[in-house]
């Protein structure tokens, strides 16, 4: 079910890191559509239906969502959105309520394996020291690029692998 939602929500393109919004991003209603043919029950469609508003830009359509959401799923949605509008103390408040999430495990090889593939080794300290997930570390180094440009590039990879794995542990 993952690789489907995924394929529905595609856009050939990657979330800015802040609020912008893409070309690409398709309509709210078009979304709906999309994510109830999936046919999931309904907290997963909530789910679904908060990331695939995230995925395409509608940060506050998102939040709506998300913040009836009271699961570490839901939870951890509404950290990613507040980190994109921006809002990073209020990203930081809600990914303490995620707490150690399913998927950080999986996140946390993933991230390694990425950076250091990209000479990124640095950004692989602050991001998963000792090998654990560090969501705090993502929404500083998010923070700092939003004002310094630096690996920008690299965040957004980050950031889908962070959006995918969360994807994959709710629709698994």
Same mark, same amino acid.
């Given at each position: 079910?993952?690789?489907?939602?995924?394929?529905?929500?595609?856009?050939? /393109?990657?979330?800015? +890191?802040?609020?912008?919004?893409?070309?690409? !991003? &398709?309509?709210? =209603?078009? #979304?709906?559509?999309?994510? /109830?043919?999936?046919? +999931?029950?309904?907290?997963?469609?909530?789910? !679904? &239906?908060?990331? =695939?508003? #995230?995925?395409?830009?509608?940060?506050?359509?998102?939040?709506?969502?998300?913040?009836?959401?009271?699961?570490?799923?839901?939870?951890? #949605?509404?950290?990613?959105?507040?980190?994109?509008?921006?809002?990073?103390?209020?990203?930081?408040?809600?990914?303490?309520?995620?707490?150690?999430?399913?998927?950080?495990?999986?996140?946390?090889?993933?991230?390694?394996?990425?950076?250091?593939?990209?000479?990124?080794?640095?950004?692989?300290?602050?991001?998963?020291?000792?090998?654990?997930?560090?969501?705090?570390?993502?929404?500083?180094?998010?923070?700092?690029?939003?004002?310094?440009?630096?690996?920008?590039?690299?965040?957004?990879?980050?950031?889908?692998?962070?959006?995918?794995?969360?994807?994959?542990?709710?629709?698994?």
């Amino acid at each position: 079910m993952t690789e489907e939602f995924l394929k529905v929500i595609d856009t050939g /393109d990657l979330p800015a +890191l802040g609020p912008e919004q893409r070309a690409s !991003a &398709r309509p709210i =209603a078009a #979304l709906g559509q999309a994510v /109830d043919a999936l046919g +999931l029950s309904s907290s997963t469609a909530n789910l !679904a &239906r908060s990331a =695939a508003l #995230l995925w395409h830009d509608h940060l506050d359509e998102s939040h709506t969502v998300s913040q009836d959401i009271g699961s570490a799923d839901g939870s951890f #949605l509404h950290g990613i959105m507040h980190r994109r509008e921006p809002d990073y103390p209020n990203a930081k408040y809600w990914f303490r309520r995620t707490g150690d999430h399913p998927c950080y495990s999986s996140l946390a090889n993933q991230v390694e394996a990425y950076l250091g593939v990209i000479g990124g080794e640095a950004l692989a300290k602050r991001l998963v020291p000792g090998a654990q997930w560090d969501p705090f570390g993502f929404v500083d180094a998010v923070e700092s690029a939003m004002h310094n440009g630096q690996h920008v590039d690299a965040l957004q990879n980050i950031q889908r692998l962070e959006f995918e794995s969360l994807v994959a542990s709710f629709l698994a």
